[in-house]
């Protein structure tokens, strides 16, 4: 019996910023608390980032009282074009999320890819709605103004 293939949700964004900027914010943990994983109700607790390949991540958002944790593992980092780590949130099962940082004018494009694991298609469009949030959190963070204002998120199946 053969696996069912992944589900893949792809997101878009344009960044004013280089390449350099948006990269390192994924790998800092006082910016990426900012943006990655936090919802509106939540609370970031905690941000740990070991940024070298095999290196993990943990990060806690606090909602109603009750700790979310997402961990992911390092597969590949190429500053300032890629990174792609296995993710589980909660201890579910693996997924692997790409980023692909490409300059685009004086700014950057970010294509975001995350490859569900068959067990949670049904989630896709949460998914899709998830990083798009944390895409516009993060420019943000890098100065582009509040959640929402300029960037382009788009979505591809």
């Not at 914010?25 to 919802?39: H, V």
């Not at 609370?43 to 740990?48: C, F, K, P, T």
């Not at 992911?72 to 300032?80: A, I, K």
């Amino acid at each position: 019996m053969s696996t069912p293939p992944a589900t893949q949700v792809r997101v878009t964004r344009r960044f004013a910023s280089p390449p350099e900027r948006v990269f390192d914010a994924w790998l800092d943990p006082q910016r990426a608390r900012t943006f990655l994983f936090s919802t509106p109700a939540g609370e970031i607790v905690r941000a740990e980032i070991d940024p070298r390949v095999g290196g993990t991540f943990r990060i806690v958002d606090r909602r109603q009282g009750k700790d979310v944790e997402h961990v992911g593992t390092y597969l590949e980092l190429e500053r300032p074009r890629r990174i792609a780590f296995e993710y589980s949130a909660d201890h579910s099962d693996r997924s692997r999320v790409s980023l692909d940082v490409v300059p685009s004018g004086s700014g950057s494009g970010v294509t975001l890819i995350h490859e569900l694991h068959p067990k949670w298609a049904d989630f896709a469009e949460r998914a899709h709605a998830a990083w798009t949030m944390m895409l516009e959190k993060l420019a943000a963070t890098l100065g582009e103004g509040a959640p929402g204002a300029g960037g382009s998120p788009s979505r591809a199946a």
